[in-house]
Nanobody
Framework: QVQLVESGGGLVQTGGSLRLSCAASGRTFGTNAMGWFRRAPGKARECVAA????????YYADFVKGRFTISRDNAKNTVYLQMNSLKPEDTAVYYC????????????????????WGQGTQVTVSS
């Protein structure tokens, strides 16, 4: 059974940084694209960033470009989201997800493209 466990969330001041991690277990995910989504209170879930199975291609939502970096370590079955210059509007529950299909291109960015999800980790940015 696939399991995704996020960690690294917390409370940070505006301008601060956090690094989220998502550890996958149940099978290896070196052949699957992965992504980070977020859901803020009263708002729809949105894709923050995604990365191809090889790590060679990435996607970033406009609102995080230049501030967030997605990366993966296939040997550790882990995907990361480095978040810098955080803003109060980045406050949300952050979820990682993995695409079920292997070796897929282009990088998926829509929630239905991902088959398994983590429980989420809360990120709160104070002003």
């Amino acid at each position: 059974q696939v399991q995704l466990v996020e960690s690294g969330g917390g409370l940070v001041q505006t301008g601060g940084s956090l690094r989220l991690s998502c550890a996958a277990s149940g099978r290896t995910f070196g052949t699957n694209a992965m992504g980070w989504f977020r859901r803020a209170p009263g708002k729809a879930r949105e894709c923050v960033a995604a990365i191809s199975w090889s790590g060679g291609s990435t996607y970033y939502a406009d609102f995080v470009k230049g501030r967030f970096t997605i990366s993966r370590d296939n040997a550790k079955n882990t995907v990361y989201l480095q978040m810098n210059s955080l803003k109060p509007e980045d406050t949300a529950v952050y979820y990682c997800a993995v695409r079920s299909e292997s070796y897929s291109y282009p990088v998926p960015t829509s929630a239905p493209d991902f088959g398994s999800w983590g429980q989420g980790t809360q990120v709160t940015v104070s002003s």
